[in-house]
T-cell receptor
Framework: DGGITQSPKYLFRKEGQNVTLSCEQNLNHDAMYWYRQDPGQGLRLIYYSQIVNDFQKGDIAEGYSVSREKKESFPLTVTSAQKNPTAFYLC??????????????FGDGTRLSIL | RKEVEQDPGPFNVPEGATVAFNCTYSNSASQSFFWYRQDCRKEPKLLMSVYSSGNEDGRFTAQLNRASQYISLLIRDSKLSDSATYLC????????????FGTGTQLKVEL
């Protein structure tokens, strides 16, 4: 089945620890995105990538890092500099053609909590 | 002012009712519009794109009013399974392929 796979589903972070969230897609999409969602709030963009080996900061990139070495993979690292990491993290992808009317499709998310 | 604004609800309606949600956006240079549905503790799923001429998909009708900068979603003959949060989503011109999400409107359909 084609889709977006996020892992793990639940993740616990200790103080001062970096953790990495996985996102893999087999839809052959060029663009990939990371969002976080907090209770009662909309999705906020952390980082996005329109093409392999290139990515841009979103609205709340501080304390996060990403890489895009392969088209199908866009891992997100939550660093110890992110002081409030507890949230629902969502990865998305889209065909990514500039100017196209393409929606984004989401993985089923990772819930990150502080121990 | 938020870029995309929605009434958070909740909207509590009886099964079979017709319900409408509105969403306003601040940037007149907006390119694309979508409605997503999000179930509790799940990922958002695309419900429908919104086209300038309005469009319908079964019991769901989406309308776009560029002059007033709002989008609407109408659900007819509500089902229990329609209970969810509905997210209004806008792609702004010049934003590349980035989407801006509203905080969502919660719908509860009751017996």
């Amino acid at each position: 089945d084609g889709g977006i796979t996020q892992s793990p589903k639940y993740l616990f972070r200790k103080e001062g620890q970096n953790v990495t969230l996985s996102c893999e897609q087999n839809l052959n999409h060029d663009a990939m995105y990371w969002y976080r969602q907090d209770p009662g709030q909309g999705l906020r963009l952390i980082y996005y990538s329109q093409i392999v080996n290139d990515f841009q900061k979103g609205d709340i990139a501080e304390g996060y890092s990403v890489s895009r070495e392969k088209k199908e993979s866009f891992p997100l690292t939550v660093t110890s500099a992110q002081k409030n990491p507890t949230a629902f993290y969502l990865c998305a992808s889209s065909i990514g053609n500039r100017g196209s009317n393409q929606p984004q499709h989401f993985g089923d998310g990772t819930r990150l909590s502080i121990l | 002012r938020k870029e995309v604004e929605q009434d958070p609800g909740p909207f509590n309606v009886p099964e079979g009712a017709t319900v409408a949600f509105n969403c306003t956006y601040s940037n007149s240079a907006s390119q694309s519009f979508f409605w997503y549905r999000q179930d509790c503790r799940k990922e958002p799923k695309l419900l429908m794109s919104v086209y300038s001429s309005g469009n319908e998909d079964g019991r769901f009708t989406a309308q776009l009013n560029r002059a007033s900068q709002y989008i609407s979603l109408l659900i007819r003959d509500s089902k229990l399974s329609d209970s969810a949060t509905y997210l209004c989503v806008v792609r702004f011109t010049g934003g590349g392929n980035k989407l801006t999400f509203g905080t969502g409107t919660q719908l509860k359909v009751e017996l």
